[in-house]
T-cell receptor, first 113, second 115 residues
């Protein structure tokens, strides 16, 4: 059974710093990995999707990397801003069947002004 | 606005009552999903529908039923609500898997409390 882990569960950093969020998964047979953002009381917003054949994806100040063989992904946020405060979740899709995602429990990020 | 719409946003039920959570998407996606989110547990898949007319169980299906009414709509029914079903419920959709870019779109959630 696929298990997805995100450590740490919570992280606080001063505004302007670069930071890295971690995601690990136990079964490397994945089709893709997605990073989501969730604001309090809201739904999930897709940030980046990395196909299993890719090594990284970039969107603005966000960069996500994938090392499928080691079962790891990182989300790099450059020049953090208070508006980046949210919970960040990663999820993996299996390398067969449809798009059933397995989610990590998330990292709650607080950017201190 | 295109996206996934869930109703209601909030609901309080008494133990034993029934209710249906509604979900509709206007992106012509083939697949739809119901997840529940509990503190410390992450999101867990309840049921999914790979295409119109098909449904299948996810990780935590007990106590729930679903209906894929058409390509747009996917409803989740609690026949006899229990306090353990207190949670935030999310509906999501995704296009058919292919070699192109795709991904999930989530609704804003239904916060359900069973007392």
């Amino acid at each position: 059974k696929q298990e997805v882990t995100q450590i740490p569960a919570a992280l606080s950093v001063p505004e302007g710093e670069n930071l890295v969020l971690n995601c690990s998964f136990t079964d490397s047979a994945i089709y893709n990995l997605q990073w989501f953002r969730q604001d309090p009381g809201k739904g999930l917003t897709s940030l980046l999707l990395i196909q299993s054949s890719q090594r990284e994806q970039t969107s603005g100040r966000l960069n996500a990397s994938l090392d499928k063989s080691s079962g790891r992904s990182t989300l790099y946020i450059a020049a953090s801003q208070p508006g980046d405060s949210a919970t960040y979740l990663c999820a993996v899709s299996p390398n067969f069947g449809n798009e059933k995602l397995t989610f990590g429990t998330g990292t709650r990020l607080t950017i201190i002004p | 606005n295109a996206g996934v719409t869930q109703t209601p946003k909030f609901q309080v039920l008494k133990t034993g009552q029934s209710m249906t959570l509604q979900c509709a998407q206007d992106m012509n996606h083939n697949s739809m999903y119901w997840y529940r989110q509990d503190p410390g547990m992450g999101l867990r898949l309840i049921y999914y529908s790979a295409s119109e007319g098909t449904t299948d169980k996810g990780e935590v299906p007990n106590g729930y039923n679903v209906s894929r009414l058409n390509k747009r709509e996917f409803s989740l029914r609690l026949e006899s609500a229990a306090p353990s079903q207190t949670s935030v419920y999310f509906c999501a959709s995704s296009p058919i898997r292919d070699r192109g870019r795709y991904g999930y779109t989530f609704g804003s959630g239904t916060r359900l409390t069973v007392v």
